[in-house]
């Protein structure tokens, strides 16, 4: 490999060179016409080829009346159209408003009537919902299949439309995962998206010889700054239609790719499948990932070949810290890393005050890139940015050396009997369980404690959900967990509801096992103490 990073870490502490995305594409094209930009399996397509459709697109959304400012949405797999047509909307100063494919109904309208967007780009797959929503809509919106703009604007000029853009320009209304009330369009501009970009290839290395893989949905976060990323060092990025922990290495050899970035549920589902001789067969050189489970870093790592690192944020932030890749001391302690360029973080108590080394507090942002704020929300902007600091909710506590590692949430504490709980160590534990895919804990109201706690568990293929296992896990509990920690309460579910974020959405979780009826089991200390335990 050619070892020489495209971004130095020298250079971070500067500028990214462009001013917006559609000015960087332009540069791209010019400077590395044939270099690959995007492959959606077979298919492969150069800077210049992408320069070439995006401008054509461009000229279409400006031909049909959109300007600096409209907002238009994009309803669609992974497939190229996705960003053929976010790239285009900013060629124009058009905001996107990315839509969740798995949106229903009222999911849909909802996000249509708070975003005000004018045209729904979709697929054969999702038009018929989308076409019967949006005529419910009070404002008209209009919905064209991706194949019929790709096939209209190849009649276009390839040539971007002759409008100023800024930094500051708006490029998306990106909706937060809506885990408490409605969800939130978080303002993004342009300069986000460069600064993450820049900021990502500076951070993971990236050289000419590197190839970056994703396989989340492209309405997420992950695509697009991975797009961005791409974009920035001028580099493959391979867009895999979904994620499977079955084929996910696979594709991974397949298409020679030297980094990717996963989350939430991913890791443990990657590690639940059955070892392989091909697994230390791939290229990868980084795995950046958020929620590394630290039980099983060093595991994870030794598995595949490759190190892991924490790459930590959210939407209305972006990147905030990063574990460097050197840092090999803290493998396995669940560290977060250390603030990136162009951010500070800070750990404060609920007065507002910081603490010191050791002490939970929760974690504040200041900083680029930043949102602009949420969507005709402005309680809830004053809310989360105070005196130019975002208010993660993340509860977490500094060592001496500034890194920070993650105790739990500010919404997810769960309080038993006077005892603060972390879920986040409760599922930890769990998650260790051979019996265990995955996991999550929440407190269930309880007369005489107040909370109790309460354990959501899919289980390992072979394992039967009932008392038995019910009995195994708490055994498993008692013998890693305080006794106050310890779940009471069991429910088996086949899939988790998940956030945009990848993460388990535990207000739906809590929503759906209440209408479903979910049966859940019991188990008191007498019940721990002589059941045998089942296998996987």
């Given at each position: 490999?050619?070892?020489?990073?495209?971004?130095?870490?020298?250079?971070?502490?500067?500028?990214?060179?462009?001013?917006?995305?559609?000015?960087?594409?332009?540069?791209?094209?010019?400077?590395?016409?044939?270099?690959?930009?995007?492959?959606?399996?077979?298919?492969?397509?150069?800077?210049?080829?992408?320069?070439?459709?995006?401008?054509?697109?461009?000229?279409?959304?400006?031909?049909?009346?959109?300007?600096?400012?409209?907002?238009?949405?994009?309803?669609?797999?992974?497939?190229?159209?996705?960003?053929?047509?976010?790239?285009?909307?900013?060629?124009?100063?058009?905001?996107?408003?990315?839509?969740?494919?798995?949106?229903?109904?009222?999911?849909?309208?909802?996000?249509?009537?708070?975003?005000?967007?004018?045209?729904?780009?979709?697929?054969?797959?999702?038009?018929?919902?989308?076409?019967?929503?949006?005529?419910?809509?009070?404002?008209?919106?209009?919905?064209?299949?991706?194949?019929?703009?790709?096939?209209?604007?190849?009649?276009?000029?390839?040539?971007?439309?002759?409008?100023?853009?800024?930094?500051?320009?708006?490029?998306?209304?990106?909706?937060?995962?809506?885990?408490?009330?409605?969800?939130?369009?978080?303002?993004?501009?342009?300069?986000?998206?460069?600064?993450?970009?820049?900021?990502?290839?500076?951070?993971?290395?990236?050289?000419?010889?590197?190839?970056?893989?994703?396989?989340?949905?492209?309405?997420?976060?992950?695509?697009?700054?991975?797009?961005?990323?791409?974009?920035?060092?001028?580099?493959?990025?391979?867009?895999?239609?979904?994620?499977?922990?079955?084929?996910?290495?696979?594709?991974?050899?397949?298409?020679?790719?030297?980094?990717?970035?996963?989350?939430?549920?991913?890791?443990?589902?990657?590690?639940?499948?059955?070892?392989?001789?091909?697994?230390?067969?791939?290229?990868?050189?980084?795995?950046?990932?958020?929620?590394?489970?630290?039980?099983?870093?060093?595991?994870?790592?030794?598995?595949?070949?490759?190190?892991?690192?924490?790459?930590?944020?959210?939407?209305?932030?972006g990147v905030d810290l990063m574990s460097p890749l050197d840092d090999t001391e803290t493998v396995g302690t669940g560290a977060l890393g250390v603030a990136v360029p162009g951010k500070t973080v800070d750990v404060r108590d609920a007065e507002g005050r910081s603490v010191g080394p050791g002490e939970i507090g929760e974690m504040v942002v200041s900083g680029t890139p930043m949102m602009q704020g949420y969507w005709n929300k402005p309680e809830a902007t004053a809310a989360t940015i105070v005196d130019g600091w975002a208010h993660t909710g993340d509860l977490v506590k500094r060592d001496s050396e500034g890194r920070l590692f993650l105790v739990g949430r500010l919404k997810e504490m769960i309080r038993r009997g006077g005892e603060n709980i972390s879920s986040a160590e409760v599922e930890a534990v769990m998650g260790a369980s051979p019996l265990v895919v995955s996991c999550a804990a929440v407190g269930e109201p309880d007369e005489l404690w107040g909370e109790e706690v309460k354990l959501f568990v899919k289980l390992a293929q072979g394992v039967a959900a009932g008392r038995e296992t019910a009995e195994a896990l708490s055994e498993h509990a008692q013998a890693n967990l305080a006794r106050f920690k310890v779940p009471r309460l069991f429910s088996f579910v086949d899939e988790f509801p998940l956030t945009p974020s990848l993460r388990v959405s535990k207000p739906l979780l809590v929503e759906r096992a209440v209408a479903e009826a979910t049966p859940v089991f019991a188990v008191t200390a007498a019940q721990r103490s002589t059941t045998p335990k089942p296998t996987p």
């Open positions: 490999m050619t070892n020489t990073p495209i971004v130095t870490s020298e250079m971070l502490s500067s500028e990214p060179s462009a001013h917006t995305l559609a000015e960087l594409l332009e540069a791209q094209a010019v400077a590395i016409p044939e270099r690959e930009f995007l492959r959606f399996g077979s298919d492969s397509y150069t800077f210049a080829d992408i320069e070439c459709i995006t401008s054509q697109v461009a000229q279409w959304l400006h031909a049909e009346g959109f300007e600096p400012g409209s907002r238009i949405a994009i309803m669609l797999g992974n497939e190229l159209g996705w960003p053929v047509t976010w790239l285009a909307a900013l060629k124009v100063g058009i905001t996107v408003v990315p839509i969740n494919s798995s949106y229903q109904a009222s999911d849909l309208a909802y996000v249509l009537a708070d975003s005000g967007a004018r045209l729904v780009v979709t697929s054969e797959a999702h038009v018929a919902l989308v076409e019967t929503v949006s005529a419910e809509q009070e404002h008209p919106v209009r919905v064209i299949r991706i194949s019929n703009l790709l096939e209209e604007a190849a009649q276009h000029p390839a040539v971007r439309p002759d409008i100023e853009l800024q930094r500051s320009s708006l490029a998306n209304f990106q909706y937060t995962s809506g885990t408490t009330g409605f969800p939130k369009a978080c303002m993004l501009t342009n300069d986000y998206w460069l600064r993450i970009g820049w900021l990502a290839a500076g951070l993971a290395g990236l050289t000419r010889d590197d190839v970056v893989l994703t396989a989340q949905p492209f309405s997420y976060m992950d695509p697009q700054w991975n797009t961005a990323m791409a974009l920035t060092a001028g580099v493959p990025l391979v867009v895999l239609e979904r994620f499977s922990a079955s084929g996910f290495w696979g594709s991974v050899r397949e298409h020679g790719a030297t980094i990717f970035y996963i989350l939430g549920t991913m890791p443990m589902l990657l590690l639940k499948q059955p070892p392989s001789e091909l697994d230390r067969d791939n290229r990868v050189r980084l795995v950046l990932c958020s929620g590394i489970p630290a039980a099983h870093h060093a595991e994870l790592e030794q598995r595949w070949g490759a190190p892991w690192r924490e790459a930590f944020g959210m939407t209305e932030t």
